[in-house]
T-cell receptor, first 111, second 114 residues
């Protein structure tokens, strides 16, 4: 069956360190992958999109990698800050309207 | 400000009642979506619409209905046939449903059955 998995355990890191979140998928051939940030009680906010023919995408302190062989995406936040504390959602799309979301990983950055 | 607005933020429903959740966008987006979010689960697609006067069922459409009479508006009705409606509902829009574009989400409506 098709699955998209994110670590359900919260990630706790110290301010200034790099946070790395993982998104694994099975039985998909995604055309592109997106990462969103969601704060409690709020809607997700788009962060980055990476296409299947791209290995890496960067935006300020954020970096996303996409390995279609391993069927995995890694999401990095460098020089993390307490304000980065949130839930981060991975989303896959095989093209067209259908986007499949993971359950998200909670990140806590301690000052 | 351009954006997508959901209302109300909190909604309480009695057993057997239908309720309608509002979603309006002024982004001039063609595609609009309704998702349901439950604790520990990913967003699940209820309905989507790629163009005015057209909409399609998503993965969990049973017990829900929608309309798309205007480009800006995509209301969701939770009917009494939906057996477990308590959840966080999210509306989203994107420029087109056919190309890889980011989705813009509303702030959500938390529906509770009392």
């Amino acid at each position: 069956s098709q699955k998209i998995e994110q670590n359900s355990e919260a990630l706790n890191i110290q301010e200034g360190k790099t946070a790395t979140l993982t998104c694994n998928y099975t039985n998909y051939s995604p055309a592109y992958l997106q990462w969103y940030r969601q704060d409690p009680g709020r809607g997700p906010v788009f962060l980055l999109l990476i296409r299947e023919n791209e290995k890496e995408k960067r935006k300020e302190r954020l970096k996303v990698t996409f390995d279609t062989t391993l069927k995995q995406s890694l999401f990095h936040i460098t020089a993390s800050q307490p304000a980065d504390s949130a839930t981060y959602l991975c989303a896959l799309s095989t093209g067209g309207f259908k986007t499949i979301f993971g359950a998200g990983t909670r990140l806590f950055v301690k000052a | 400000d351009g954006g997508i607005t959901q209302s109300p933020k909190y909604l309480f429903r009695k057993e057997g009642q239908n309720v309608t959740l509002s979603c309006e966008q002024n982004l001039n987006h063609d595609a609009m979506y309704w998702y349901r979010q439950d604790p520990g689960q990913g967003l699940r697609l209820i309905y989507y619409s790629q163009i005015v006067n057209d909409f399609q069922k998503g993965d969990i459409a049973e017990g829900y209905s929608v309309s798309r009479e205007k480009k800006e508006s995509f209301p969701l009705t939770v009917t009494s046939a939906q057996k477990n409606p308590t959840a966080f509902y999210l509306c989203a829009s994107s420029l087109s449903g056919e190309v890889s574009t980011e989705a813009f989400f509303g702030q959500g409506t938390r529906l509770t059955v009392v």
